[in-house]
C-alpha cells in the first residue's frame, strides 16, 4: 500500500458548470468530469466526487487539492484544499502545462470571459468582463432555447450556414431583438445560429480585447470553446489559428491541481468526503450598520469556516457556535 | 444666528481629524458632527435619493450628509472641482432641500473655492472671528495635513514589511490623537518630530527588490478606501509595496500644467479633473521601473475615461501591466478581490521568471523577443 502513486485533484466550480480532473505527477489527465453545477455547489462537488474516484483505480492516492472558480473558497473549505486560487492564475496555469508558447488565452465562460496575455510563459496582462454578460455561454444558451435547439448542437449547426446573418454585438438585449427581427423577415436557422456565434465573437473582442494586442498562439477555453461556430468565428475575426484543446473545457480544473501539486504540502485527499454532511447558514450581523452577510460553513453540524463578515465583531462568531448548536 | 451651529461635511479618508479640529478653532461655539464611517447603511441611503448614472462619490457624500443630519447638524460643508463634482454641492442641496431637511449649506465649489470665501462665510457664523485667528488655524490645519500625508505615504509604502505586526497602524493611531488634541503650532512640529522619528525607526524586513504598485486614477475613489474595498491594504497583505502620489496636499500643490508636461508624448491637451495626473503619474511610475499600476475610477467618471487610451499606451510602450477598476454602489467585492489576487499573483509570477531568465542557466533571452 505504500507505494500507490501519488495524484493531485484539481476543481473548478463555476456558476454554471463544476469541472474537475485528476492528475499525475505529468500532469496528464487520469480521470475528469464536468457537471452543472444547477445553484448547488456543494452537492454539484460531491457528485463531480464520486464520479472522479470511480474513473480511478486503486493505485493511487490523492495528495493535494486545489480549487477554483466563483464558489472556490466554500468548496476550498469543504475539501480542505492546500490551494485556492483565482480562475485567471488557474487557467493560465492550465494552458501553459499544454500549450507552453502560449501568448493569448481567450477564456468564455458560463457568466464570465477572461483575457490573458502571455510573454515567455507568464502572464503579462489581463482582462475580465465586468458589468455585463453579453457574450457569455449564458447568453447562447439563453439563444438556443429560444430556437428550440440544444446548446451543445450550435456549434455543427453554425458550420452549416453559408452566410451567417449579421446580428448587432453590442449588447445581449439588443443582440436577442436583433435576432428575433431577423427571424421574423424569414432568415434561416443556421444563419441565425452562425451570426449568434459571430457576435459572441465580435462582443468579445470589442469589450475585452480593447486596446491590447493579440499574439499568436491564440488558445481559446472554457464551455464556450466547444461551440466551433465560435471557435470559426474568432478565427475570422481575428485572422489567427485559433488552438482548442481536447480538454479546454477543463484548464481552470488542470491549473488548480497543478498549483497543488506545487503547493509543497501533502495530505492524503479523504473521498469519503462525498459522505459527510455539509450545509451553510447565512446570516445578517447586526453589529453594526454595515450588515455584513456572513456564511457560517458547517461540517456534520460543525463550524468548519465564516466567512462575509468585515470586522472582528463577535456576533457573527457567536452566531455561527449557535447555528452549530441548532443543526445538532 | 439663533441656533447653534452643528457642522457636517462629506468624509474623506482620515481627513475629517483636521476638518473637524479646524471648524472648532474659527468657530468655537459650533458642535461638529463627523459621519458615521461608510456602510451598507451610507450607500443605501445616498444611492436611494441619487439619479442613478451619477458617479458614485454623489451617491456616498449624500448619504454622509443624511446620516450626519439625522444626528442634528444644520450647517453642510461642501467643496468642488473641474469635473461633475463641481456641481455636486448644488445638485446635493437641492435634493436636501426636497426632502424637507432644513440646514444651510456652504458650498465652496469651482470659483468658489477661495480663502476669502471661506472667510467671509465662517465670519457669519462666528461674528467675532479675526483674520489672525482665521490665518492660524489655517497653518495648524495645513500642517496637520501635510503631517497626516507623509505618514500614510511611507505607511503605505512599507507597512507590507514590518517586522512586528501591527506597528504602522498604532503609531498612525498615536499620530491621530495628537493632532485631535492640538492647534498650537509648535506643539504640532514638536509631535511631528517625534512621530517622524518613531516612523523611521519602526523595524522592516524589506526584501532587495519588493514588488512595487502605484495606484492612480480619481481623487475620491482613491483617497476614500470603503468606496474601493480597502484595496491598498489587500496589495499590502500580499506583501506589495504601494504607492499613492493622490492625497489632499497634492491636491493643493497640482497644476494641470505640470501634470500635462508630465504626461508629454501621451496627452496634448487636460482631459478634466484629475485625468492628466493619473497619466503623469502613472508615467512616472513606469519610468521608475513599478511593477504595475492600479487605475481606480467611480464608474463613468469621465476624466479617467479619457485617460484611459494614454494609460493603455503607456503600458504597452513600458510593458507595464495595468489593472483597471471601476466602482460603483453595486460593484461586488468578490470580483475585485479575484481581480487583485490574479494581479498580485501575474506579478509574482513575473518578478520569479524574470530572475529565471537572468539565471545563466536558463539564458533563452525569452523577455527581448516579440514586439514585432
Known sequence: ?328 | MPQSVIFTFPRLGDYHIVIKSFLREIVPAAHVIVPPPVTQKTLDLGSRYSPDFICSPFKVTLGNYLEGLEQGANVLLQTGMGCRFGYYGEVQEQILRDLGYDFQFLCFSCGQARLDRVYAAMKRLNPSLNPAQFAHALLAGAKKIHMMDKFNRYMRENMAFEKAQGSFLRLQSNLYEALQKTNNISLLHQTSGAIFAAMNKIPLETPQRPLRVGVVGDLYTLMEPSSNFYLENELIKQGISVSRMMSVSFLFLRSNARSLRGAQGYLKYTVGANGVDSVCQCKRYAQMGFDGIVHMKSFGCTPEINATPALQRLSRDYKIPILHLSFDTQTSETGVQTRIEAFSDMLAMKRKAQAASAAPAFGKGERSVGNA
Open chain 1, 1 to 328: 500500500m505504500h507505494e500507490r502513486t501519488r495524484v493531485f485533484l484539481g476543481v473548478d466550480v463555476g456558476s454554471i458548470s463544476t469541472k474537475g480532473v485528476i492528475i499525475n505527477n505529468e500532469n496528464e489527465v487520469l480521470s475528469s468530469d464536468y457537471i452543472w453545477t444547477e445553484g448547488n455547489p456543494i452537492e454539484a462537488t460531491k457528485q463531480l466526487i464520486r464520479s472522479l474516484q470511480s474513473g480511478l483505480d486503486d493505485g493511487v492516492a490523492v495528495t493535494a487539492v486545489g480549487v477554483t472558480g466563483s464558489a472556490r473558497k466554500l468548496v476550498g473549505a469543504m475539501l480542505g484544499a492546500q490551494v485556492t486560487k483565482n480562475e485567471i492564475t488557474a487557467h493560465a496555469v492550465g494552458t501553459l502545462s499544454r500549450y507552453p508558447q502560449a501568448r493569448t488565452i481567450l477564456e468564455i465562460g458560463g457568466q464570465d470571459s477572461k483575457l490573458i496575455l502571455l510573454d515567455g510563459g507568464v502572464v503579462v496582462d489581463y482582462a475580465m468582463n465586468t458589468l455585463c454578460a453579453a457574450g457569455t455561454g449564458a447568453f447562447l444558451s439563453s439563444q438556443a432555447k429560444r430556437l428550440g435547439v440544444r446548446v451543445e448542437d450550435m456549434g455543427a449547426i453554425a458550420l452549416t450556414s453559408q452566410s451567417p446573418s449579421k446580428i448587432a454585438a453590442r449588447c445581449t438585449v439588443f443582440a436577442e431583438s436583433d435576432m428575433i427581427h431577423k427571424a421574423q423577415t424569414g432568415h434561416k436557422k443556421e444563419d441565425l445560429i452562425a451570426g449568434l456565434c459571430h457576435a459572441v465573437a465580435a462582443n468579445y473582442l470589442n469589450n475585452l480585447a480593447k486596446g491590447k494586442r493579440l499574439r499568436e498562439p491564440v488558445v481559446f477555453q472554457g464551455g464556450v470553446s466547444k461551440n466551433a461556430g465560435v471557435v470559426r468565428a474568432f478565427e475570422e475575426e481575428t485572422g489567427f489559428e485559433i488552438l482548442v484543446d481536447p480538454n479546454s473545457h477543463l484548464m481552470g480544473a488542470v491549473g488548480a491541481a497543478i498549483l497543488a501539486k506545487e503547493a509543497g504540502e501533502e495530505s492524503e485527499f479523504d473521498f469519503h468526503i462525498t459522505d459527510v454532511f455539509f450545509s451553510t447558514v447565512a446570516h445578517e450581523c447586526e453589529g453594526c450598520s454595515n450588515r455584513c452577510e456572513v456564511v457560517s460553513f458547517l461540517k456534520d453540524g460543525e463550524v468548519m469556516d465564516l466567512w462575509g463578515n468585515r470586522c472582528p465583531k463577535g456576533a457573527a462568531v457567536r452566531h455561527a457556535a449557535d447555528c452549530a448548536q441548532r443543526e445538532r
